[in-house]
């Protein structure tokens, strides 16, 4: 079976610290991964996608893939209160047409 | 605006009723989904639809069923609903770009309370 862990925290930062959220997944074929933040009470919401070994930077976001090691990771730059939510990980392979999510990872930014 | 909606935004129902969720995106996409996200923030696939295909995870009970009248809505259908339906149930659709797949947009979410 297809899965996607993370680890679900809380994960406590201060204000301006880096976050960093960790996630690995058990299948293979793979090819693209995604970053989704959720508030609470609200829908995911896509703030990263990575198809390729290496890093991808966009703002304050920067996305981690090793497809060896089946390891992706989100680092968070200059972590303001406002990032604080879960972070869903999530995987698919193109053929499937379909996303596996992690549980989730709570991160709470303190001020 | 394009989007990604959802009606009802609640619904809460008694056991063994019948209910529907309805969905609609107007951004162009091919293909839509249904998930149910649990009470321990767990997000699971339920359905992808297109036009072509539908594929159902085989965990779904056969009392949910997707409905699809055009490219643009899904519709899910529950029959006998019980208690551990209760869930918040998130729509989404995504394009497909160049036979890669694509990002996913959701739609805000119907939280269902069966009673």
């Known amino acids: 079976q297809k899965e996607v862990e993370q680890n679900s925290g809380p994960l406590s930062v201060p204000e301006g610290a880096i976050a960093s959220l960790n996630c690995t997944y058990s299948d293979r074929v793979s090819q693209s991964f995604f970053w989704y933040r959720q508030y609470s009470g609200k829908s995911p919401e896509l703030i990263m996608s990575?198809?390729?070994?290496g890093d991808k930077e966009d703002g304050r976001f920067t996305a981690q893939l090793n497809k060896a090691s089946q390891y992706v990771s989100l680092l968070i730059r200059d972590s303001q209160p406002s990032d604080s939510a879960t972070y869903l990980c999530?995987?698919?392979?193109?053929?499937?047409?379909?996303?596996?999510f992690g549980s989730g990872t709570q991160l709470t930014v303190l001020p | 605006d394009t989007a990604v909606s959802q009606t009802p935004k609640y619904l809460v129902t008694q056991m063994g009723n019948d209910k529907s969720i309805k969905c609609e995106q107007n951004l162009g996409h091919d293909t839509m989904y249904w998930y149910k996200q649990d009470s321990k923030k767990f997000l699971k696939i339920m359905f992808s639809?297109?036009?072509?295909?539908?594929?159902i995870n085989e965990t779904v009970p056969n009392r949910f069923s997707p409905k699809s009248p055009d490219k643009a809505h899904l519709n899910l259908h529950i029959n006998s609903l019980e208690l551990g339906d209760s869930a918040v149930y998130f729509c989404?659709?995504?394009?497909?770009?160049?036979?890669?797949?694509?990002?996913?947009?959701f739609g805000p979410g119907t939280r269902l309370t069966v009673l």
């Open positions: 999530a995987a698919s392979s193109g053929s499937a047409r379909q996303l596996t």
């Open positions: 989404a659709s995504s394009p497909l770009t160049g036979g890669v797949f694509g990002e996913q947009f």
């Open positions: 639809y297109n036009n072509k295909e539908l594929i």
């Open positions: 990575i198809y390729s070994n």
